[in-house]
């Protein structure tokens, strides 16, 4: 099979056994720095894909995807509700009233958001009932004015289902300061833990009761709550079923509640990688102390093959291919392992934690009990690019110096 000369030399030596075993050493460990960096990538990036999707599934699962809402209330929400079920992305929609408001119970008081729904229909929009830990949320019956709270809500007020607070909610008026409160009592219903920061800020009536605290007719809502199949569509879906509803009509979306939290997460994620990426880029970059003393072993070598004719072009790829067979080794080890590690991850973080005796991740402590990780086949693609054009720019310097070596001046003491 024919083979360029270049090519067939510089695997030969990258095979050979070196009369220097520093130089075997300092490649070998070039190759071992590449692979960790490389794993090390992998699996860090996977972690923070974990994360992420256990932030979306949480805290996306609680809030509206998107929101078509009246500009005063909607005496009849299934209009809306129809026609946004027109649109293919839309999977569900069911009525909702928020408010903005303060709980208060034994002298003790904290900002809530109220969200008034269906308890028959929410499990079409909402993950809560998934997620309820005393209680249920089909006890939120219209008229009895009942609520259904955060862990972290009734952690703080040491609530119990049938524990009683009170709901302040501020009403505009015709008096000096211009806003008066007004409370209403309510009884705990339910508690739910969905492992974000929603367990502390958020809140569940019955949207009847949110009719009435509002001051509306019975059957009045704010708008209709949607959900949808791809959740980055939000914009512009809610944006085209309120444009066919008309002028009575105005849309929101999870990207004006959540976004920056989601946006801080990208960012980090990205930063991380750059991070890591220096790792990568140390460990190929050692290539380099590795060909340029392979350069210099292999003088009296390079000397030959340029006086039988080989041109600086061949000699120069000689070490080129020896050094990107390097990273190439390196990078597809690391990668391999970083694969087999990042879908590993969680049940060797439990194992580790079953043989130590101690919760590395405690549901007391961490939003999460366990270490989430998710491998995504583009991550690993772009990683291990990255290691295989860093492991063949590292190889230019050094092959270029050999191409620049003058037979005469390399064999004078040979």
């Not at 071992?32 to 090390?40: C, M, Q, R, S, T």
């Not at 089909?138 to 049938?162: H, P, Q, S, Y």
């Not at 039988?308 to 070490?319: N, S, V």
Request: glycine share 8%.
């Amino acid at each position: 099979m024919f083979r360029p000369l270049s090519i067939f030399i510089g695997a030969r030596y990258t095979r050979a056994k070196r009369r220097n075993h520093f130089i075997s050493f300092i490649s070998m460990t070039s190759m071992i720095g590449l692979a960790l960096g490389v794993l090390a990538m992998i699996v860090v990036l996977s972690v923070m894909n974990g994360f992420q999707r256990e932030m979306s599934s949480r805290i996306l699962g609680m809030v509206p995807h998107a929101v078509i809402a009246g500009v005063t209330p909607l005496d009849d929400w299934k209009p809306a509700a129809a026609a946004a079920m027109k649109n293919p992305e839309v999977t569900a929609a069911v009525p909702f009233t928020e408010m903005e408001g303060m709980f208060s119970y034994k002298g003790s008081m904290q900002p809530i958001q109220i969200s008034g729904v269906d308890p028959a229909l929410e499990h079409k929009v909402s993950i809560v009932a998934q997620h309820i830990t005393q209680g249920r949320l089909e006890d939120l019956k219209a008229g009895e004015f009942g609520v259904v709270v955060g862990e972290i809500t009734a952690r703080r007020f040491r609530l119990n289902v049938g524990d009683k607070l009170t709901l302040i909610v501020p009403e505009v008026s015709n008096a000096p300061g211009g806003i008066t409160p007004r409370l209403q009592r309510l009884t705990v219903v339910g508690v739910f833990k969905v492992g974000a920061e929603l367990d502390g800020s958020m809140a569940l009536i019955n949207v009847a009761d949110a009719a009435q605290m509002q001051r509306w007719k019975p059957d009045q809502v704010q708008g209709v709550r949607l959900a949808l199949k791809d959740l980055y569509t939000a914009p512009q879906v809610s944006a085209a079923i309120v444009a066919g509803l008309g002028a009575d009509y105005r849309a929101d979306d999870w990207t004006h509640t959540q976004g920056s939290l989601f946006s801080a997460m990208k960012m980090e994620k990205t930063m991380i990688g750059l991070l890591l990426l220096m790792i990568v880029a140390v460990a190929a970059f050692n290539i380099i102390a590795t060909l340029i003393m392979v350069v210099n072993d292999k003088g009296a070598d390079i000397a030959i093959l340029r006086t039988i004719g080989a041109t600086p072009g061949q000699i120069m790829t000689i070490f080129m291919v020896q050094g990107t067979v390097i990273g190439i080794v390196g990078t597809i080890i690391g990668g391999v392992l970083g694969v087999i590690a990042a879908i590993n991850v969680s049940e060797m973080v439990g194992w580790l934690e079953r043989v130590t005796g101690q919760h590395i991740f405690s549901s007391d402590v961490y939003f999460i009990n366990n270490l989430p990780s998710q491998l995504q086949w583009e991550d690993v693609v772009l990683i291990c690019s990255a290691g295989f054009i860093l492991s063949f720019l590292a190889t230019l310097y050094p092959a270029w110096r050999a191409a620049q070596i003058q037979p005469a001046y390399a064999l004078r003491y040979e």
